[in-house]
Every structure is written in structure tokens, then in C-alpha cells.
């Protein structure tokens, strides 16, 4: 219980519901899961662009990769051939 000396600060809240329908709050929820489906069709289309050009990055990498170890080869091939002097 309150003391009566405390009973003054007291917060009583009171929420009107008044003109709230069943149908209002249908509505305004099958708008809000419109909206987030078409963001979970967003978001998915994001992380596909995301996925193949992660893929594609892989792909310069491991051409980037192979060319680097043929000129390796191609240029321990030129000093071996190369005469010592």
C-alpha cells in the first residue's frame, strides 16, 4: 500500500480506446505486413546482389592469384636461364 503522504505523486494512466475498431487496427496491420513482406523481398534481393558479387570478387582474386603464379614461374624461369656472371 501507499502511504498517504505519498498518495499526492501518485500516476494513474489511462489510455482512451474510444473509436478503435476491430477493422481499424485490421487494416492498418495488413498494411504493416505489406509493407514487411515487400521489405523481406528487398532485403533478399539485397543479399543476392551480395552473394554474386562476392562470388565474382573470388573469381578476380583467384584469376589475380593464378596469373601472379605464372609470371613467378615465367621470371624464375628467365633468371635460372639467364647466364651467371
Same mark, same amino acid.
Given at each position: ?46 543479399? /543476392? ?26 621470371? /624464375?624461369? /628467365? ?7
Amino acid at each position: 500500500m501507499i502511504p498517504e503522504a505519498l498518495k499526492q505523486y501518485e500516476i494513474k494512466d489511462s489510455v482512451t480506446v474510444e473509436g478503435i475498431t476491430n477493422e481499424y487496427v485490421w487494416y492498418h496491420a495488413k498494411i504493416l505486413s505489406a509493407k514487411m513482406s515487400q521489405w523481406d523481398n528487398d532485403f533478399q534481393k539485397l543479399v /543476392k546482389v551480395m552473394e554474386d558479387r562476392h562470388q565474382e570478387h573470388l573469381r578476380m582474386l583467384e584469376d589475380a592469384l593464378q596469373e601472379n603464379r605464372i609470371l613467378r614461374i615465367r621470371l /624464375k624461369e /628467365k633468371t635460372d636461364a639467364s647466364p651467371k656472371g
